[in-house]
């Protein structure tokens, strides 16, 4: 049988008898397919996609499975492991374009725009100001986006290294502009250049003269295109609004937590508040975090993780559970407030563990991970700064492979060491 023999809109649990394009759909297990009027659903034991139609060669000969003792097993496998996860039925493509500070080998700061071109010149990476930034290609799949996130800073290095070979990419969320180097340089690289962002608690940050200014920041927004998998929908501006909040009162104040010693109050003086987000056109662009998550390979899908996971607490009501004000989440944001993040998380505790559950499906890796977003970046990675060896840009990097990094990162926290 074939996908075109199945109607529409009903559902079936089968199992690939021929695969004709390797790889592309599971075959080990039996899954449950939903066909609708221009895509299908698949959902497996471990995760629900929704796929576009697509044509012959591609499509593998099913075989459909009637035997209702079959049915019923798997039906109540999915269900003890949905118990771990969120009733969501959002899918997700993550990208990001970080900004990233250079440094000479005496610690001085190698403005972006003496080794980049601009963005008209060079779209992938360019200089924004001061800082280095880069854009990173989407991906449904973190280990995928870590890669990507990887040739990044691959690229902004070598180009760096082309100007001064000792130079490096070091990760600062903030560092200081000498005050000749602002009054020489040229409008267009002293010049705050972002474009407006909304603020789904109509706040705007403060419109300053960049000469004024004696210090930069560097961002690392995320981006997300969401699609509900059972109308291959978007969400519509008033959701991502209310979803952006849902962020901030998880991610974003778990952040605070995470990032002591790194992220700073001034850089939210100009942009970076609580609930800043932009439209583009594939979704929603997430404005609160800092560049502090390009630490390490593992910082970062921690925060990608929670980041996705936090939409999926809104899509399913769970965050209704958490206990908080909106003057709280803004002012732990806007202020950095670690202290009282850490307040805020322990008391939320229950419900923030749900939600690692639901991401890990292993309670004691869940613990872990909470106590990695309560103590902070600093007790469990080794050598934040440098990027360049966290992101092993020296070329011992296995593509995708770095999926057994992240899970050898685990197993050293486990027995009380640093990852670097």
Not at 304 to 310: A, E, G, K, P, V
């Amino acid at each position: 049988m074939n996908f075109k023999d199945l109607e529409y809109n009903k559902e079936y649990l089968v199992e690939v008898i021929k695969n004709k394009q390797q790889g592309y759909y599971p075959e080990r297990t039996p899954f449950l397919l939903v066909p609708r009027n221009n895509h299908c659903i698949i959902e497996t034991l471990t995760y629900n996609k929704a796929f576009k139609e697509t044509k012959e060669p591609y499509w593998p000969e099913l075989r459909v499975i009637t035997d209702d003792s079959i049915i019923k097993k798997w039906k109540q496998t999915k269900e003890k492991i949905n118990a771990y996860r969120l009733n969501s039925k959002l899918k997700f493509t993550l990208g990001t374009d970080p900004e990233v500070f250079a440094f000479d080998k005496d610690n001085n700061l190698i403005p972006a725009f003496n080794f980049l071109q601009s963005k008209q010149e060079n779209k992938s990476v360019f200089w924004d100001g001061f800082q280095a930034e880069f854009m990173v290609n989407t991906s449904m799949c973190l280990s995928y986006l870590s890669d990507n996130i990887r040739t990044g800073l691959l690229k902004t290095s070598s180009l760096l290294k082309k100007y001064d070979k000792n130079a490096k990419l070091k990760l600062k969320t903030e560092v200081e502009i000498p005050k000749q180097l602002l009054l020489d340089s040229k409008d267009e690289y002293v010049a705050f250049g972002c474009m407006p962002s909304l603020n789904a608690y109509d706040m705007a940050g403060m419109k300053l003269d960049g000469r004024e200014v004696d210090f930069r920041s560097s961002g690392g927004h995320i981006h997300l295109d969401i699609t509900n998998v059972d109308t291959n929908q978007n969400l519509r501006p008033e959701q991502i609004k209310e979803a952006v909040k849902v962020i901030d009162m998880i991610a974003g104040v778990c952040s605070v937590s995470l990032f002591e010693k790194f992220d700073s109050a001034r850089r939210r003086m100009m942009y970076g508040l609580a609930g800043e987000y932009r439209l583009p056109s594939y979704g929603l662009e997430y404005r609160v975090f800092s560049n502090a998550w390009l630490a390490h390979p593992l910082v970062a899908n921690l925060v990608f993780d929670l980041t996705r996971q936090s939409v999926r607490a809104w899509d399913c009501g769970l965050y209704k559970q958490i206990k908080q004000t909106e003057k709280e989440v803004i002012e732990i944001i806007n202020t950095c407030d670690v202290e009282a993040a850490r307040k805020y998380m322990k008391r939320n505790k229950s419900v923030l563990m749900l939600i690692f559950d639901s991401i890990y499906i292993d309670r004691v890796k869940s613990a872990m991970v909470f106590k990695m977003w309560y103590r902070g970046m600093h007790t469990f990675v080794d050598n934040a700064e440098d990027i360049e060896g966290n992101w092993k840009l020296n070329g011992s990097w296995t593509a995708h492979g770095n999926l057994d990094d992240i899970l050898g990162s685990f197993e050293q926290l486990l027995f009380g060491r640093k990852v670097s």
